[in-house]
């Protein structure tokens, strides 16, 4: 069992940064691919990123390529998603979450994640 917990959001003008963070129990975390996910009000659940258990591979959705950036420390037991030149489409509760099975991809698809946190909002202001 593996759980998560997200910090790190936060109210940001457009154009502006954060970070969040992502801090896990459990001594598995190194091996789970982890992932991002975002929900706007009245909307679907989205994918964001997402991140094999070494760091090396890294999978992100098209809206947000060349801005936020996912990372691990697996020393820390903590994955992070680095937020630059927000938008206020971006604003959103952002989850993350754990997928402890190992596959040739890395997912984007939610039920394919195990574990999840209780989510940061995030809101970026016009």
């Known amino acids: 069992q593996v759980q998560l917990v997200e910090s790190g959001g936060g109210l940001v003008q457009a154009g502006g940064s954060l970070r969040l963070s992502c801090a896990a129990s459990g001594r598995t975390f190194s091996t789970y691919a982890m992932g991002w996910f975002r929900q706007a009000p009245g909307k679907e659940r989205e994918f964001v990123a997402a991140i094999d258990w070494s760091g090396v591979s890294t999978y992100y959705t098209d809206s947000v390529k060349g801005r936020f950036t996912i990372s691990r420390d697996n020393a820390k037991n903590t994955v992070y998603l680095q937020m630059n030149s927000l938008k206020p489409e971006d604003t959103a509760v952002y989850y993350c979450?754990?997928?402890?099975?190992?596959?040739?991809?890395?997912?984007?698809?939610?039920?394919?994640?195990?574990?999840w946190g209780q989510g940061t909002q995030v809101t970026v202001s016009s």
């Open positions: 979450a754990a997928d402890r099975r190992t596959r040739r991809y890395l997912s984007g698809t939610s039920y394919e994640y195990d574990y």
